[in-house]
């Protein structure tokens, strides 16, 4: 069973930056794709970007150029660098994985940007 716990949600002020992070457990986390997607109120959840095992990176094209997602196979975590944060990015944050054509999800952390 993959456990997934999310850390470093806030509050932001516009243009501010933030950085999130997800320590993955139960697999080995060098195999494993990841992703962070997000949930606005009345909004579904959206993937907000991606990266593969390979290191492959997908973004949305609301985060292209100042969101960065990388990963730390050493300290079996995934990060999600924001830069330049507008108002649209408050969110609650998910991490997320498949294994075992199983998907896995944290408990999601909240982020708020303010004017």
């Known amino acids: 069973q993959v456990q997934l716990v999310e850390s470093g949600g806030g509050l932001v002020q516009a243009g501010g930056s933030l950085t999130l992070s997800c320590v993955a457990s139960?697999?080995?986390?060098?195999?494993?794709?990841m992703g962070w997607y997000r949930q606005a109120p009345g909004h579904q959840r959206e993937l907000v970007a991606s990266?593969?095992?390979?290191?492959?990176?997908v973004y949305a094209h609301s985060v292209k150029g100042r969101f960065t997602i990388s990963t730390d196979n050493v300290k079996n975590t995934v990060y999600l660098q924001m830069n330049n944060m507008k108002l649209e990015d408050t969110a609650v944050y998910y991490c997320h994985t498949r294994y075992r054509f199983e998907p896995h999800w944290g408990q999601g952390t909240q982020v708020t940007v303010s004017s």
């Open positions: 139960g697999a080995m986390f060098s195999i494993l794709d």
């Open positions: 990266i593969t095992r390979g290191g492959a990176t």
